[in-house]
């Protein structure tokens, strides 16, 4: 799951086995099949809440700067048949998330994307099993950071 689901007032993404599940204010959206999914085109968030947030976020898009636009938290995404953007927004949790582990988090999705596995994200136990041997690493360079995720994908 992607975002804090249980705040009443935001949004999360369940990753199931037939696809993306995109829940927004305590209704489901959409089912997005996994067949659909083109590109992960990007993860918009900051490890702060309040950098995440949709003020925030308006004041990076006048402003030119920031990871955040008026979306605020949101998961891009290029889907086919037919061909259309697909955003996800998500709520960012309270606590902070690690600037390792964001990395780490969009180079699984650039990985996930480049090779096409997308209904990888949606095997519980083998995203279970990355997130295991990802969640201790503390790496600091692009080299590292890409070794690790792609270790931990094929091992």
Excluded at 19 to 43: I, T
Excluded at 85 to 92: K, L
Excluded at 129 to 155: N, Y
Aim: hydrophobic residues 40%.
């Amino acid at each position: 799951m992607l975002g804090d689901a249980q705040r009443p007032s935001g949004g999360c993404l369940h990753f199931l086995p037939e696809g993306a599940e995109h829940w927004w204010r305590g209704s489901r959206q959409v089912l997005v099949p996994w067949s659909r999914f083109m590109l992960l085109n990007s993860l918009d968030v900051t490890p702060r809440p309040i950098g995440s947030t949709r003020a925030v976020g308006f004041l990076n898009d006048i402003g030119g700067g920031g990871s955040v636009g008026m979306l605020g938290p949101c998961l891009r995404v290029t889907l086919r048949h037919p061909y259309e953007d697909w955003v996800a927004q998500f709520s960012h949790h309270q606590r902070r998330y690690g600037l390792v582990h964001l990395a780490l988090l969009r180079e699984l999705f650039r990985q996930t994307s480049e090779t096409g596995e997308f209904e990888r994200l949606g095997d519980g136990d083998w995203l279970a099993w990355v997130v295991k041997q990802l969640s201790p690493q503390r790496l600091w360079t692009t080299a590292a950071l890409t070794a690790a995720v792609t270790e931990a994908r094929t091992s």
